[in-house]
């Protein structure tokens, strides 16, 4: 949720900085909350739509999308529903690791996996239902797969990487690969898709920028709400380990640049500020401050981009859906 509210926030200000819309990028990929957020964008649903709802702001005075209404009540709805099923099904999860095959292939062979991967098998499996998340992406994203989307999972089998949308991929309904990419072990059902159960994409890397090392593309955005080089907000055991993750996600995007960098690819990285940090806390879940971080990340990010100006790669504006109409190649 918190993770969620901070991409609403800093789509917004790249638009309104740069003049670059996300809607009009070639390649979107996702991971979490970010295929949530991902998965709205390419289906053409604008970031200061989404920074209206975020905020609790009227949409008075936006155009209708595609010349429909845009129903945020129907969208406050399925999320008060939302929050009432993490009550209802809020149970101690089942004793013992969620997959014994997950926990065993990772641990033989450790270096070939993410920390977080290693780990993640053994983790109990979660008890809160993805259904949700599955019902604001029928809604809103529908079920033809956007083209430029790519949403990514974690095998639970396995711990491997899976880029759903991809060729390699397997097929899957968009809501589906988003709820597989969405479901955090120990919190959420891992998620079947034919035949596999597939877990948070995050498990594997928090940002999976060198994904796009196989796409056509000139210029990538990485917006990450899960790394910082800001101090990292609070202190006692919840904010040592959240200063771990965000300092593993950081070493892991900083490879991941330097493999794009290595093919051509100019990289624009923008990550959360300590005043960002300070607003959004240690827990990932809550949905209390959801506007508070959309508009300090708003703040921020703005602010972050208007000091780099002189150093942004190309983005010259488009505003709305553009496909093969662009001079440059860009992914979100």
Not at 78 to 88: I, M, P, T, V
Not at 242 to 266: D, F, I, N, P, S
């Amino acid at each position: 949720m918190v993770g969620a509210a901070w991409l609403i926030g800093a789509l917004e200000a790249l638009e309104s900085e740069t003049g670059f819309a996300a809607t009009g990028a070639d390649v979107i990929v996702g991971t979490s909350a970010g295929s949530v957020i991902g998965a709205l964008t390419a289906a053409g649903w604008p970031a200061p739509y989404m920074a209206a709802y975020a905020s609790g702001r009227s949409l008075d005075g936006f155009s209708d999308l595609e010349g429909a209404a845009v129903d945020l009540d129907e969208l406050a709805l399925r999320e008060r529903e939302s929050g009432d099923r993490f009550r209802l099904q809020l149970a101690l999860p089942p004793i013992g690791p969620g997959s014994w095959r997950m926990a065993l292939s990772t641990l033989r062979n450790p270096l070939k996996h993410a920390p977080a991967a290693v780990i993640g098998g053994w983790l109990p499996r979660g008890t809160i239902s993805t259904v949700p998340i599955r019902s604001l992406v029928d809604r809103f994203v529908g079920d033809a797969w956007p083209d430029r989307l790519r949403v990514v999972a974690c095998d639970y089998r396995t711990g491997r990487r899976v880029c759903f949308g991809s060729d390699t991929a397997p097929p899957a309904e968009v809501a589906d690969a988003v709820a597989a990419s969405c479901a955090i072990p120990a919190f959420y059902h891992p998620v079947s898709i034919g035949g596999r159960r597939y877990v948070d994409g995050g498990l594997c890397s928090m940002s999976n920028l060198d994904l796009l090392r196989h796409e056509d593309i000139e210029v990538a955005v990485c917006l990450n709400p899960m790394s910082s080089t800001a101090p990292v907000a609070g202190g006692g055991p919840a904010g040592a380990l959240m200063a771990a993750l965000r300092g593993t996600a950081r070493r892991r995007l900083e490879h991941e640049v330097r493999k794009l960098e290595a093919g051509g690819v100019e990289v624009l990285t923008v990550e959360p500020s300590s005043e960002d940090l300070a607003v959004m806390g240690t827990n990932f879940m809550s949905r209390k401050r959801r506007s508070q971080v959309a508009e300090q990340a708003h703040r921020s990010v703005a602010r972050d981009l208007r000091l780099r100006s002189s150093q942004l790669p190309p983005l010259s504006g488009t505003r709305g859906p553009a496909r093969g109409r662009e001079p440059l190649r860009r992914a979100a």
